[in-house]
């Protein structure tokens, strides 16, 4: 009886604790337990141990093997876990009028059609993995049409907003944080993990790994590489990270401590709109097109597989347009 409570709360905390960490509660419970003997009682119901079903399993282990991020694996798993307890039935056995019930589900709870379109994506591309691997004969998915949205107008800081932003960081470590988020373009993400040793001071760039563990170099401009040396200068610890926090342990600085001291920053500028690190990074790519950068270079600095993906990132301005037009136009 006692290793099979075990068992079950270890299913509980799975994908809440890495497998070490499992292994030290498992040993901490077992000696908890130890000279205890368990009876089960039989006049309350039994408990409910939810298990997720092999096939999302399978599924989510095939996307880590492709790289997908640990954010987008928990997405994907979220989703696919609240599907199969709603739906009650064999996934092998769902139909396209079970996903689209799904859907309005969600809909009637209040989620917008951007999100819902999202949640179709994912079991579009759940369903479309179990008919490719031959598990199903037909991917009900197929017939799910898009949910439609009005995509967002992704706005990037004006040179103005630009300016007040810069001007409101107040600590050494404020102005490193957002000179090499803004000069990088970095997803936050990929800006925690570097270390102050591995930046190149010469060429004033660095290697990061991306989304799919894919390595690339970014670079640093002279206002990066300042506040970054007058940051360092500052700190009394012998950590290796680039950004770390301001007590001691001094551990690194992590992807919500630094949206959250964006939007410190962005409040204490007056623009009057939420400052966090994707804005700067699409500002990023939106002041690289206008000062002459191709798509094609923008997308390598910014680590996107497609040219569709930048084209979101980056609105090229009017003016641009208009240069370019009395430029290479025949008068």
Same mark, same amino acid.
């Given at each position: 009886?006692?290793?099979?409570?075990?068992?079950?709360?270890?299913?509980?905390?799975? !994908?809440?604790?890495?497998?070490?960490?499992?292994?030290?509660?498992?040993?901490?419970?077992?000696?908890?337990?130890?000279?205890?003997?368990?009876?089960?009682?039989?006049?309350?119901?039994?408990?409910?141990?939810?298990?997720?079903?092999?096939?999302?399993?399978?599924?989510?282990?095939?996307?880590?093997?492709?790289?997908?991020?640990? !954010?987008?694996?928990?997405?994907?798993?979220?989703?696919?876990?609240?599907?199969?307890?709603? @739906?009650?039935?064999?996934?092998?056995?769902?139909?396209?009028?079970?996903? /689209?019930?799904? /859907?309005?589900?969600?809909?009637?709870? !209040?989620?917008?059609?951007?999100?819902?379109?999202?949640?179709?994506?994912?079991?579009?591309?759940?369903?479309?993995?179990?008919?490719?691997?031959?598990?199903?004969?037909?991917?009900?998915?197929?017939? @799910?049409?898009?949910?439609?949205?009005k995509a967002r107008l992704r706005e990037p800081l004006n040179d103005i907003e630009l300016e007040k932003v810069r001007?409101?960081?107040?600590?050494? &470590?404020?102005?490193?944080?957002?000179?090499?988020?803004?000069a990088t373009g970095g997803r936050v993400s990929e800006i925690v993990g570097i270390n102050y040793g591995e930046i190149?001071?010469? +060429?004033?760039?660095?290697?990061?790994?991306?989304?799919?563990?894919?390595?690339?170099?970014?670079?640093?401009?002279?206002?990066?590489?300042?506040?970054?040396?007058?940051?360092?200068?500052?700190?009394?610890?012998?950590?290796?990270?680039?950004?770390?926090? +301001? &007590?001691?342990?001094?551990?690194?600085?992590?992807?919500?401590?630094?949206?959250?001291?964006?939007?410190?920053?962005?409040?204490?500028?007056?623009?009057?709109?939420?400052?966090?690190?994707?804005?700067?990074?699409?500002?990023?790519?939106?002041?690289? /097109?206008? %000062?002459?950068?191709?798509?094609?270079?923008?997308?390598?600095?910014?680590?996107?597989?497609?040219?569709?993906?930048?084209?979101?990132?980056?609105?090229?301005?009017?003016?641009?347009?208009?240069?370019?037009?009395?430029? %290479? %136009?025949?008068?």
């Amino acid at each position: 009886m006692s290793t099979e409570i075990r068992n079950q709360i270890i299913l509980e905390l799975q !994908g809440e604790f890495t497998t070490d960490q499992l292994k030290i509660i498992d040993l901490a419970v077992a000696k908890a337990m130890r000279g205890y003997k368990i009876k089960k009682e039989e006049t309350l119901p039994a408990p409910m141990v939810y298990e997720l079903p092999m096939d999302i399993r399978e599924f989510l282990a095939r996307k880590e093997m492709k790289g997908c991020s640990s !954010g987008t694996i928990k997405q994907y798993r979220d989703l696919l876990s609240d599907f199969a307890l709603w @739906v009650k039935k064999d996934l092998r056995q769902v139909k396209d009028l079970d996903i /689209l019930a799904y /859907l309005d589900y969600r809909a009637k709870l !209040g989620a917008s059609n951007r999100t819902l379109d999202g949640k179709r994506l994912i079991l579009s591309s759940f369903y479309t993995t179990m008919h490719e691997t031959g598990k199903m004969a037909y991917n009900p998915s197929r017939t @799910v049409d898009p949910v439609k949205y009005k995509a967002r107008l992704r706005e990037p800081l004006n040179d103005i907003e630009l300016e007040k932003v810069r001007a409101a960081c107040q600590t050494l &470590r404020e102005k490193a944080l957002f000179e090499t988020l803004y000069a990088t373009g970095g997803r936050v993400s990929e800006i925690v993990g570097i270390n102050y040793g591995e930046i190149d001071k010469q +060429s004033r760039s660095v290697i990061i790994t991306g989304k799919g563990d894919q390595e690339r170099c970014i670079f640093l401009n002279a206002k990066a590489m300042l506040a970054i040396d007058n940051y360092i200068k500052s700190r009394t610890d012998d950590s290796p990270a680039l950004f770390i926090s +301001s &007590r001691a342990p001094y551990k690194r600085l992590g992807k919500e401590s630094i949206e959250r001291e964006l939007r410190a920053i962005g409040e204490r500028s007056g623009i009057g709109r939420a400052v966090f690190p994707h804005l700067l990074r699409h500002t990023f790519a939106t002041d690289m /097109l206008e %000062h002459g950068a191709s798509l094609n270079e923008v997308s390598e600095l910014l680590g996107h597989k497609k040219l569709d993906t930048t084209k979101i990132y980056a609105k090229i301005s009017t003016n641009t347009l208009a240069i370019s037009y009395k430029k %290479h %136009h025949a008068a």
